[in-house]
């Protein structure tokens, strides 16, 4: 399957749950005596998917079959790596799952699952029961586990959104989309809701360059990356009743939203010169100032000519006006909002860190 992305055709892949259901459809199977080494899961949209077993064998009543999990053209941190289902028949028409070695479990309660708890979720526990039910109407006990599950985590985002000791059994499509959007925000929304258990104030930034200013200025241990997808988090800020949201970012991506643009990516709206062209005519800027900014290239070029020509207001109005902006895109008049707004050159002499 292929899906075009920024103009691309680009391969389609199939979740862990993906895997998982197939790997414990073909135990069921190999115990029955059939044909075990493709199996076909269908997703929760009704697409089904063929899904090649690597390996399945048979240890006294049991059956222990591995899928390799496959993602397709999407940078996946799980690409590759091995999902093995052990199961074992059961005659009264359920399905009991359990996750093992390498799974991660729930540390807190939360939407997804309740503390010690197998981080297998809701969707793909149905298509686990679905697929092995589909074989063998008795039911069956599934154990999931990944032996490479521990280590491929701390590639993930599970520490962040409460899941320990390995990763977790994902998916709410069955199929991994390349460069998925709505799979970042998924991540994105978790994370709010893990820290809201604990707070009533999300501290947002975009990337790892946010997430270093953050720790260095101590402002949060619970700050949640958003990449683009400022609107998106705000409003489930709003959703989730957080009292203030702290933004951090380059002033690169903060530009922007300081005239209203609530998606950053520069695929979708690119108005950095134009942002600072416009604070600088309400200033009065003098017109000559005015043509020089627009010939920057940059965000970090313009921020920094301005503090060298005393301009630094300009950039104080600009986090002003990002304040004005959220709360007309929100429309809370109450929501506390702060905001850190940094350039490279700032950081990098602020304590001689580096980015």
Same mark, same amino acid.
């Given at each position: 399957m292929e899906v075009i992305r920024y103009g691309k055709k680009m391969r389609c892949g199939y979740t862990t749950g993906s895997c998982a259901a197939a790997a414990a459809k073909a135990a069921v199977i190999r115990l029955l005596g059939g044909e075990w080494r493709e199996v076909r899961v269908r997703t929760p949209s009704g697409e089904v998917l063929l899904i090649k077993i690597s390996e399945c064998r048979v240890e006294g009543g049991e059956a222990i079959c591995r899928v390799i999990k496959y993602a397709g053209d999407d940078a996946d941190a799980t690409d590759g790596m091995a999902i093995y289902a052990k199961v074992s028949l059961r005659g009264d028409g359920r399905v009991l799952i359990e996750g093992g070695e390498g799974i991660g479990r729930f540390k807190e309660?939360?939407? %997804?699952?309740? *503390?010690?708890e197998a981080a297998i979720n809701k969707v793909p526990r149905r298509m686990?029961?679905?697929?092995?039910?589909?074989?063998?109407?008795?039911?069956?006990?599934?154990?999931?586990f990944a032996p490479e599950g521990r280590e491929i985590a701390k590639k993930t985002y599970n520490p962040r959104m409460g899941i320990e000791g390995g990763i977790s059994i994902l998916g709410t499509t069955g199929i991994v989309y390349p460069m998925s959007e709505e799979a970042y925000k998924k991540v994105m929304y978790t994370e709010l809701e893990v820290v809201r258990k604990k707070t009533d104030e999300a501290v947002l930034t975009f990337g790892n360059y946010?997430?270093? %200013?953050?720790? *260095?200025?101590?402002?949060?241990k619970d700050a949640v990356k958003i990449s683009?997808?400022?609107?998106?988090?705000l409003l489930y800020c709003r959703e989730l009743g957080f009292r203030k949201v702290t933004l951090v970012g380059h002033v690169g991506k903060m530009c922007k939203i300081s005239i209203g643009a609530f998606n950053t990516?520069?695929?979708?709206?690119?108005?950095?010169v134009e942002a600072f062209v416009y604070y600088l005519a309400k200033n009065g800027a003098p017109g000559d100032l005015i043509e020089r900014v627009e010939r920057f290239k940059t965000a970090e070029e313009c921020a920094n000519f301005l503090k060298e020509s005393g301009y630094d207001r300009v950039l104080e109005e600009m986090k002003e006006g990002i304040v004005r902006r959220i709360r007309a895109y929100l429309k809370d008049d109450n929501m506390?909002?702060?905001i850190f707004m940094y350039t490279f050159k700032e950081i990098q002499e602020w304590g001689k860190w580096s980015l």
């Open positions: 309660n939360s939407p %997804y699952g309740e *503390k010690g686990i029961e679905a697929s092995v039910l589909e074989a063998h109407p008795g039911g069956a006990n599934v154990l999931i946010g997430m270093e %200013y953050i720790k *260095k200025a101590g402002l949060s683009n997808f400022v609107g998106e988090a990516s520069s695929r979708v709206v690119d108005s950095r506390k909002i702060e």
